[in-house]
């Protein structure tokens, strides 16, 4: 089992490289997520290149470029994000609408849950649908007892997506963006009891 909280004992994450190579596709009732691929490049430049999404991440800029999408796309492939990155696709078109992942995080010192969407994808269910099944999946297949999310305190499309998985707010927290600089954060975590509770009231 990957304990991605504990890096000193026999039980640590396996090298980045393993760990993203075992991303398992996942399933959803309107989405396939899937480890992207380098053909993605276009339509990641393409759905990316908002200034909205941008502001509202850590890491991606603005304008986003197909350069942009090709480096991401290679530093996934090559083990550089040491988490489960996910392309949101939807399952009837292959569409690709958007990212999920669940990457190692220092800042959080443990797993942390982040998500976006192509703007045309908004509002529709789909960023819930996509955190859910990672989430799921980050605490079926590691040993972590809590996941970690941060969104910034003028997002309340994000805070809902967390507070409907089950997330509860930590406390405030300042992060520095590549698109809008120094901004102003809500940090939420979801605990492995927590989620199991809800798995047993969904049956
Ligand atoms: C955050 C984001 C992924 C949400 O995508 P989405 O597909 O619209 O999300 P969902 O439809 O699953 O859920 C959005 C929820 O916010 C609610 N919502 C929408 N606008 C809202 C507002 N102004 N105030 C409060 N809630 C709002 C919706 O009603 C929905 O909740 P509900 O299902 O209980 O009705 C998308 O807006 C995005 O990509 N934003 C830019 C990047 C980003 O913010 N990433 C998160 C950083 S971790």
Not at 14 to 21: E, G, I, S
Not at 77 to 104: D, K, P, R, S
Not at 121 to 141: N, T
Not at 190 to 200: C, F, G, H, I, P
């Amino acid at each position: 089992m990957i304990n991605p909280m504990d890096t000193t004992d026999r039980y640590a994450p396996p090298r980045a490289r393993t760990f993203t190579l075992n991303t398992p596709v996942l399933t959803t009732e309107r989405l396939v997520l899937r480890m992207p691929v380098p053909d993605d490049a276009e339509e990641l430049a393409t759905i990316a290149n908002s200034r909205e999404i941008a502001e509202m991440t850590a890491r991606m800029p603005h304008p986003y470029t197909y350069d942009d999408a090709v480096r991401y796309i290679s530093a996934v492939q090559n083990g550089e994000v040491e988490g489960y990155v996910y392309a949101i696709t939807i399952a009837e078109t292959g569409h690709l609408i958007g990212m999920c992942a669940v990457e190692n995080s220092p800042r959080f010192g443990g797993l942390q849950v982040g998500y976006w969407l192509g703007l045309a994808w908004w509002g529709k269910g789909y960023a819930s649908e996509a955190a859910s099944a990672v989430v799921d999946l980050a605490f079926r297949v590691t040993g972590t007892d809590v996941i970690h999310a941060g969104s910034r305190t003028v997002n309340p499309r994000s805070r809902q997506v967390l507070i409907k998985q089950g997330f509860e707010f930590t406390g405030l927290d300042e992060i520095d963006t590549v698109a809008a600089g120094r901004v102003a954060i809500e940090r939420f975590r979801l605990t492995r009891e927590t989620w199991l509770a809800r798995k047993a009231g969904e049956r």
